[in-house]
């Protein structure tokens, strides 16, 4: 069974802090996804990473993408309160037809 | 990127009656949309996946005759929600994946559903 698991769950921090979320799974998944959504709102995509190893960065955002294509992680510098949403991972189901599986979502507060 | 709509972003109805949640592809075609119900604070969750011409699939604990999807055409799936009761209050999400972009899926705003 496919499952992501999303640490840590709720963080809040102040602004100028830096953090990281993790996004762990024992299945190895073809790409993995990130995506920001703030209340009342979708979720917007942040980035996709393909690569094993894969680094990418938004501004102060930097994702990376495990070797085994099992794990990612996303690293916010100098966080600042606009920063502030739950941040979800997500990844391919096998075989799927564009169906995605879902970490648990990290709730993110960066208090100014 | 691409955009999908989402109609209408608020409705709260007496319990009982039915409910309409429109999710449009405005500048792609999505043979595939996606449903998701969503509790605070909590990710998502997947209740079925739209089909253009042909019957939804619905996860596992879905009732599909409450939850009625119907996905017309290649940019409108609906999802009604039929006889709501209070514990049907929840914030529903649409979503369509643009092919060719590694699964990535673009969402609508939401719909939050109050069922008085």
């Known amino acids: 069974t496919q499952l992501l698991e999303q640490s840590p769950q709720f963080l809040s921090i102040q602004e100028g802090e830096n953090l990281t979320v993790y996004c762990n799974s024992s299945?190895?998944?073809?790409?993995l996804q990130w995506y920001r959504q703030e209340p009342g709102e979708g979720p917007v995509l942040l980035v996709t990473?393909?690569?094993g190893g894969e680094v990418k960065k938004l501004k102060r955002l930097t994702f990376q993408f495990g070797d085994a294509r099992k794990d990612s992680s996303l690293h916010i510098t100098a966080a600042q309160p606009g920063d502030t949403g739950l941040y979800l991972c997500?990844?391919?189901?096998?075989?799927?037809?564009?169906?995605?599986?879902w970490g648990a979502g990290t709730k993110l507060i960066i208090k100014p | 990127g691409a955009v999908v709509s989402q109609h209408p972003s608020r409705v709260i109805c007496k319990s009982g009656t039915s409910v309409k949640i429109e999710c449009r592809s405005l500048?792609?075609?999505?043979?595939?949309m996606f449903w998701y119900r969503q509790f605070p604070k909590q990710s998502l969750m997947l209740m079925a996946t739209?089909?253009?011409?042909?019957?939804?699939?619905?996860e596992q604990g879905v009732e599909k005759d409450k939850f009625l999807i119907n996905h017309a055409s290649l940019t409108l799936s609906t999802l009604t929600v039929t006889s709501a009761h209070p514990e049907d209050s929840s914030f529903y999400i649409c979503?369509?994946?643009?092919?060719?972009?590694?699964?990535?899926?673009?969402f609508g705003p939401g719909t939050r559903l109050t069922v008085t």
């Open positions: 500048d792609f075609q999505a043979t595939t």
């Open positions: 979503s369509a994946p643009q092919y060719g972009s590694s699964y990535e899926q673009y």
């Open positions: 739209s089909n253009e011409g042909s019957k939804a699939t619905y």
């Open positions: 299945s190895v998944f073809s790409s």
């Open positions: 990473v393909v690569t």
């Open positions: 997500a990844g391919p189901f096998l075989d799927s037809n564009y169906q995605l599986i």
